[in-house]
């Protein structure tokens, strides 16, 4: 029985327990107006909510999605549970509706939506993908339409023909500028950032864009330089013996780079769509990291409330990303183009999205830990399909659809 999504918050806290009933109070303190429109609700924190059970389940499957990237087709590499597919997120005050494909393609008809970031980014816009082919074809009974891919792999272009709708994914690991040639005292050959400056190539392409969901996050624990001012300032994973102190750690450039890039495409003068800013992706690796042993092997339904292990690295991750993310809006003109889509805490409770050891379909694999109690490698970081992250996208919808209509009745 799946539990009721009409109690009070008194009633949610006692059954913070249930297998069937997660509650979450969000972090971020918001504004709740509770007025709708058109059936829906027009405000509402969409991030303070629970995890529900829903018998229903996912909108496509592993089979019916040509597209998903391997190692994400957790089902196709013999995971043998699939409950994590079933869980759904439920605001306090409002709902939010299953992903409607016929409305988004209304919705951004002659229009495109840019996902902007690394894999994770890529994740999400497959999860699109699958959504918006599959749901249109077994949910609504549409004709059958394969979007054509007009791509490469810095930025693949998926189109609709009939509505129009592009769906691009854009490349761009940092979201700032990235250089290899020597600087001072770091050698060519190592990645430079330049925090106060935007990616050329992304900022290239904005103007041809409606709608951007931009990302990133987790490139800043790989090696890289950190510059300002075209001084170096800090470093992750290389800082030379004898160098002078680092003022800029990976967590502080994460923070920085947010607010240039964000910054940059709020002054675009040719760019005046929506930018949906998607918060830092938690990871669930546990007992170590990526490559010093970390596990989510058997995880397979949300965290309850009190059972979730705060992650400080996500924690202060997200703490700098908003805090770039406010950085911006404070020198933006039309701080409404602007929306962060704060999933950060909501998915901490999700341990159980993760491919963990099903990366790939070699029967052989070892999925269990060996003798000496180690796990074998796992991804952690990235989520399977269909899963939780196709949940980013019902609230990626909703916020285009508060910011499409809530405008034409405004303007109307």
Not at 44 to 57: E, H, R, T, V
Not at 264 to 293: C, K, M, Q
Not at 352 to 376: E, L, M
Request: aromatic share 10%.
């Amino acid at each position: 029985m799946v539990a009721c999504c009409c109690l009070s918050l008194e009633s949610r806290i006692m059954r913070s327990f249930s297998p069937l009933y997660y509650g979450i109070k969000s972090l971020q303190a918001r504004g709740d107006s509770d007025f709708h429109f058109d059936g829906y609700s027009l405000g509402c924190d969409l991030y303070n909510g629970k995890w529900f059970y829903d018998p229903q389940g996912p909108s496509y499957t592993n089979n019916s999605c040509p597209i998903i990237t391997q190692m994400q087709n957790c089902q196709g590499n013999g995971r043998p549970d699939k409950e994590y597919e079933n869980w759904r997120w439920k605001p306090s005050k409002c709902d939010l509706p299953r992903f409607d494909a016929k409305k988004f393609l209304e919705l951004m008809r002659g229009k495109t939506l840019a996902f902007i970031g690394d894999s994770v980014a890529r994740n999400q816009m497959e999860s699109m993908l699958c959504l918006l082919w599959q749901a249109s074809i077994y949910t609504l009974k549409l004709p059958v339409e394969v979007p054509q891919n007009r791509g490469n792999k810095r930025m693949q272009r998926w189109h609709f023909v009939s509505t129009s709708v592009m769906i691009v994914r854009l490349w761009s690991s940092w979201l700032v500028r990235e250089t290899t040639e020597k600087i001072d005292f770091a050698p060519e050959g190592v990645t430079k950032l330049h925090l106060d400056a935007p990616d050329d190539k992304l900022m290239e392409f904005i103007p041809n864009f409606d709608v951007i969901v931009i990302s990133s996050g987790h490139w800043f624990a790989k090696q890289s330089v950190y510059v300002l001012n075209n001084e170096i300032v800090g470093g992750q994973l290389w800082w030379p013996n004898g160098s002078p102190p680092m003022k800029v750690n990976n967590v502080d450039a994460f923070g920085i780079s947010v607010g240039t890039i964000l910054s940059a495409i709020l002054a675009h003068p040719n760019y005046t769509g929506l930018t949906i800013v998607r918060s830092f992706s938690p990871d669930h690796y546990e007992g170590g990291a990526w490559n010093t042993g970390g596990s989510c092997t058997g995880k397979e339904k949300p965290l309850a409330i009190g059972e979730l292990v705060e992650n400080g690295f996500t924690n202060i991750m997200h703490e700098k990303q908003v805090s770039g993310f406010e950085h911006a809006v404070k020198k933006a003109t039309n701080k409404s183009k602007l929306q962060l889509m704060d999933i950060t805490e909501v998915f901490s409770y999700r341990h159980d999205g993760h491919p963990g050891p099903y990366r790939n379909p070699d029967p052989n694999k070892i999925t269990k830990r060996g003798p000496d109690g180690k796990p074998p490698p796992q991804d952690c970081l990235h989520w399977c399909m269909p899963g939780p992250i196709d949940t980013w996208n019902e609230l990626v919808l909703e916020i285009i659809r508060r910011d499409f209509e809530g405008n034409r009745n405004s303007s109307s």
